[in-house]
């Protein structure tokens, strides 16, 4: 059996190509490269080789699945791809019609997603718990989050339902933006904890000083 050398990549070729994947995740605007009209491609989910999406132009909209391939999405004629996550190529070939090329920026997460992003931490004197929920950033329908329970944190990738984030065993929500609970489990219990979003940092000094 031949032995494989481990490549010096830090991220395996798998994940690479999910970290890829979830870049395409999210709203897109932009315009054609020659006439300059307005064109948008919208990615709801990504499902291994299979894609919601939703690709506007000429001022209707088009609904449906496409196809996944590495880091890139095809959708009918229309191929889109991006390498940083803030900015996508789309190509458009048709057979004889000809090509047609197109740069997008991804939109800024709706309000409701921004809701959650901040820092939450509070005690429930029912159970003595106590939590805190960082949410650094959402894209889409992803959180980069950082969770500390029972004395451990754990940093990571969470999912983003509405006005809920999921992560491992634990998950926060919110309904107004400045209060919410966080639930975790431990074993096979489950604890509430009451949170509150607390207020940003001064925003005159972006390091924090602790005594």
Known sequence: ???????????????????HQSNLIGDWQGNWAGNNQPVGFKVVNIRGSRAQVEYTHNGHTERGF?????????????TVGTKDGQNLVLLFSAGGAGKQTASLQKQAPPASDS????????????????????VLGVNGKEAQVSVTTEGITRQGTGIVYNDVIMFGQSQISTKDGQ?????????????TVPVSKYPPADSSSSVDRTA
């Open 1 to 19: 059996m031949a032995v494989i050398s481990a490549s010096t990549s830090q991220i395996s070729p798998a994940n690479e190509r999910v970290y």
């Open 66 to 78: 496409a196809q996944v391939s590495g880091a890139t999405i095809t959708f009918g004629s229309v």
């Open 115 to 134: 809701r959650l992003i901040g820092s939450w931490g509070g005690y429930s004197s029912d159970n003595g718990k106590s939590a805190s929920f960082r």
């Open 179 to 191: 209060t919410g609970s966080v639930i975790f489990q431990v074993g096979n219990k489950s604890f």
